[in-house]
Structure formats: C-alpha cells, structure tokens
C-alpha cells in the first residue's frame, strides 16, 4: 500500500439500511469504498454519503472520539466509527449495522429517548449541600478528591456500553451501565451532596441491582470508564449502608 | 426509600466467593492429593475438623458456598432468558441452599 490517493484497491461494506415506513425491517447493502490505510469507518460513510448515495444516515461530529455520537456495529461490536480503522479489518467486508439493544430511527441512526430520559433521572450534576461555598469563592478539590471520581467524568455518552450488555438487551427498565457510572461520578465527587436523591433510583432492582456483572460494558468503553467497576463499587457502598440501616440500633441518621 | 433485598443475597454471594477461591484450593490439595499421596493422615484430618467449633465453621462455609452457587444459578438462568420467572427461579435457588446446608449440617453433626 503506497500514496492512498492513486491506488484503486478497495475494501467492500456492508451497510445496514433502514427506513421507517417503508422497509419492514434493516437490511444489508453491499459497497465497495477506496481503501486508504488512513482511513477509519467514518471515512468510509462520509465518503459513501458524499460521492455514493446521499441519503446514507448516520450521526458523528467531531471525529475524534470525544462527542460521543458516531457509534455503531462494526462486525458486530459496538465502536465508534470515527476510531476503528480499515487497515484493522482487512481484507473486509466490513459491517456496519446501528447500535443494538435501541429502536432504530433511520440507517444507522438510533434512538436515543430511553438513554436520555434515563441519564436525567439520576441527577448528573452537582448538588450542593446546605452550605455551598460562597458565589465569588472556588471549591477546591485534593487530588485525591479529583480521583476518587475522574475516571468515571471521562463518559462521552456514546452508549456503545448498552449495546455491549445483555441485561439492558432483556431488561428494558434496567438504567445501564453509563448512567450508573455518571451516578457514581457525582456520588464520589467531594463537591456533591445529592447522594441520597440518586440512591433512591440507582440503589433500586432497576439500578445496580439488576447488574449481573458480565462486564461487557468496560470491555467495549473508548474511554475505560468501567462502568462494570463503578456498579460493583456502588454495590458495596449499597451493601453497606443496608447492614448498617439494619443493624444499627439507633439509626444511622 | 424502596429497599432492594439484594444487599443479602449478594454479600452472602461475595462472602461465598471468597471462601470458595481461598479453600477450595486447599481442600482439593488436602483431599485430592495429601491424603491419597499418605502426606496427610485421614485420621488427623478428620479429627482437626470434628472438633465443635470446627464443625459450626464447616457448616458455615458449606452454607456461603451454597448460596453463592444458588445466587449465580439464579443470576445465569435469568440471563439466559428466563427473566419472566425470575422469582420462583430465586426462591427455588435459595431454597436448595438453605436445603443443602441442612444436609451439610446433618453430615457434620452426624
Ligand atoms: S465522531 Fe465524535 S466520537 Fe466519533
């Protein structure tokens, strides 16, 4: 493979095409697409959707790993486009079908409603307790502090983690990996007071609970998350507080 | 606040786990291996663990590794798809741990 741009060889796609209303269900539709070993999926569709066929829908942004929203099957595991590259899947055919486990809205295009309304519920942000600092004054943070929830603030929203997991695929009502591990991310930060309007719902069956700990999801994260990691520790802060609710005489609080 | 009663079962299961990873080994060296290869003498080792608190401590860990096995039957069944029955499925799974440790108990007290 030399200079990309003279050379004709090309690598094929499968491309899973679907619109509501007038097909029955997805299909897959064959492409073939210059190779160029620079080039990842993304490339590929832009390239598709730009000299090909136009109405080829998908979502990306910043084509770099950081919004979040260009993930897909690609043979079958959920990735970002924008980070898998073609020279990893010689000789081809590559497949690329939208994100399972979600209602498809159009080609590639997934339905996002359930996550969002999920993501909400949990309270992803900073809750101030009954004393927060002054407006002009700075919280601080210990660097310690900062790590105890930085891992868990690298989530991108790309979802690939419930594609990845098996209990979301059965379980409609079970909140996922991502937004368990946003929980905890607020729950550990030093700054946040809102841990007991969160556990409520992520302490709950449909919460941490429901996590049977397969631990697809850290596989499949771009961004070693490891959502399996947060809900385990999550389980033993839930296990936790029950014993000491429990068996404490006099009440924890 | 809605309590799940998860924290139980899944401590027990972690407890099970522990135990299971930390003296299954050793019972398989002890009773696979020492005792066939005559290093041990069946006699000593049955006479350390028929003491009374030796016999209260088998019985415990006999009851965290049923339970962790019960838990993780239940957990698997209903991740292979069995959701819709996953609660005779857990009562059932319980229940034979609880069935299993009182036989465990009538061996070790027997
Ligand atoms: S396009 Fe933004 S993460 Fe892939």
């Given at each position: 493979m030399t200079s990309g741009a003279t050379t004709t060889q090309t690598i094929g796609f499968e491309i899973a095409r679907y619109l509501p209303g007038e097909d029955r269900a997805p299909t897959l539709r064959h492409y073939d697409v210059p190779y160029r070993p620079e080039w990842v999926v993304l490339d590929a569709l832009n390239y598709l959707k730009d000299e090909?066929?136009?109405?080829l829908s998908f979502r990306w942004s910043c084509?770099?790993?950081?919004?979040?929203?260009?993930?897909a099957m690609v043979n079958g595991v959920p990735r970002l486009m924008c980070a898998a590259f073609l020279r990893d899947y010689l000789p081809g055919p590559i497949r690329v079908e939208p994100l399972a486990n979600f209602p498809i809205e159009r080609d590639l295009v997934i339905v996002l409603d359930d996550f969002m309304q999920k993501l909400r519920a949990v309270k992803p942000w900073i809750i101030p307790g009954?004393?927060?600092?002054?407006?002009?004054?700075e919280y601080r943070q210990t660097p310690a502090q900062l790590a105890d929830f930085k891992q868990y603030s690298m989530?991108?929203?790309?979802?690939l983690c419930y594609s990845a997991c098996p209990v979301y695929q059965h379980e409609e009502e079970f909140l996922g990996p991502a937004v368990l591990a946003l929980a905890q991310r607020y729950d550990h930060?030093?700054?946040?007071?809102g841990n007991s309007q969160r556990h409520e719902l992520t302490w709950s069956d449909e919460g941490i609970?429901?996590?049977?700990?397969?631990g697809e999801c850290s596989a499949v994260c771009p961004k070693h998350v490891d959502p399996a990691g947060a809900i385990q520790q999550a389980k033993v802060e839930s296990t936790m507080d029950w014993y000491r609710s429990v068996l404490w005489p006099f009440g924890r609080r | 606040m809605r309590r799940s009663p998860e924290p139980v079962f899944w401590s027990l299961f972690s407890a099970g786990g522990v135990v299971l990873a930390l003296i299954a080994p050793a019972l398989i060296l002890a009773t696979g291996f020492l005792v066939p290869a005559e290093r041990v003498e069946f006699d000593r080792l049955s006479a350390i663990l028929t003491q009374p608190l030796a016999r209260i401590a088998v019985v415990g860990l006999a009851f965290l590794t049923f339970v962790h096995a019960a838990h993780r039957l239940r957990h698997t069944l209903v991740d292979v798809g069995l959701r819709a029955y996953g609660g005779p499925i857990a009562t059932v799974s319980y229940l034979a741990a609880l069935a299993l440790t009182a036989w465990a108990a009538l061996v070790a007290f027997g």
């Open positions: 090909v066929d136009g109405t084509r770099m790993g950081v919004c979040g929203s260009c993930g009954d004393r927060p600092p002054p407006a002009d004054a989530c991108i929203n790309c979802l930060d030093s700054r946040d007071r609970w429901d996590c049977t700990f397969v | -």
